[in-house]
């Protein structure tokens, strides 16, 4: 049997301003297209299934008809949340989804649920755990870090040897020997205090794991990152991203990697403009994907308009040329990590115009951070 491992979806989110849920309408088109091509009968999503606690109506809407195509194939879909998602809302409807074939980790009550499903396969959910919510039900063990609490669990967990056992997880997986590849746009705590050794997950056949984007095993083969669908940084550009299928034979596990092919791929140009608009150089790429644009000219009126006629999607414009390196180096001296996004911009102006911003200013770009902090992503 065949057995699809997704994982980090992310749907709704919005990268450097630019909306992906067509982006990811695209990929999970083609997820279904290889389900069908490669006769995959179950799915699992290991977590950050969309990227926000609350997701947008658009996001809800997409993530429903993915699931509703896979209910007509008759497909199985074992489901986590993720430390972007709110696992109760996520796992409102579980138990009424079961009838479907879906199946979504729940309200989580000192064991991870398990269900046994065709050629001796079980799956188990354990959807992302905080130490206190794992602690609660083992009062008598020593839990003070993530990988004590996910250790405890785990060692708790009966297997049964005699059948194929695959653990749906979603935390942070390494070993001191396994550096892992990681990307911007995860949301890790610092200093490694979430890192949970990928050891204590050897007694699975198979983890599939979510959390980190780039798609990698962590420390054994068959304990993987299936990465993100879609590329979700700049720091991302060069990655491959990739469908991880879990093929079951005689109860031995080999994995195939299909590589997902994007509607608009992310990527990054640097050089002077007037290259940018010649068409000896654009007719040679693709102008939809999403660019980040370093200048090196040192005076350009108008870039990001003369581009954008040209290139529809510049994620970032920016300039690498003598007044940028001055400005740089002046804003660093006086860059103060604590504060907030209007205060970084007020001293931005201030360094830029040599003047304090004035009150009417100021509130505009007041309600402009508080819609960036919110993150808003407005559908079309
Ligand atoms: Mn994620």
Known sequence: ?????????????????????????????????????????????????????????????LFSQFLSELNKLKIKVFIISGNHDNLERLSYLNELLKSSNIYIAGIFKGEIEHYDIEDGVTIYLMPYLYPLQIKKYFPDSEINSYNDAIK??????????????????????SSNKTELQFSDSEQRSLGLLDMVDYKIFQKFDYTALGHIHCPQSA?????????????????????KKTFSVINIEDKKINMEFFDIKFQHDMKELRGYIDDFLDEKFYSKINRDDYFKFTLLD????DAKKKLSMIYPNIMILEFDNKFTRELNSSYSKNYEKDKTLLEHFCDFYKIQTGEDIDDKKFDIVKSMAEKIERNDCAPD
């Open 1 to 61: 049997m065949k057995i699809l491992h997704l994982g980090d979806l992310h749907i709704g989110k919005k990268v450097n301003g630019f909306c992906m849920l067509e982006e990811q309408k695209y990929v999970l088109q083609e997820a279904l297209e290889l389900i069908k091509n490669e006769k995959i009968s179950s799915v699992l999503i290991s977590g950050d299934v969309f990227d926000k606690p609350i997701p947008q109506v658009f996001a809800l809407n």
């Open 152 to 173: 405890v669990l785990i060692d708790n967990t009966i297997l049964d040897k005699n059948r194929v056992n695959i653990l749906l997880a979603h935390q942070f997986v």
């Open 219 to 239: 420390g054994d083969k068959n304990i993987r990152y299936s990465g993100s669908i879609l590329k979700y940084s700049f720091s991302e550009i060069n990655q």
């Open 298 to 301: 040192e005076e350009v009126l």
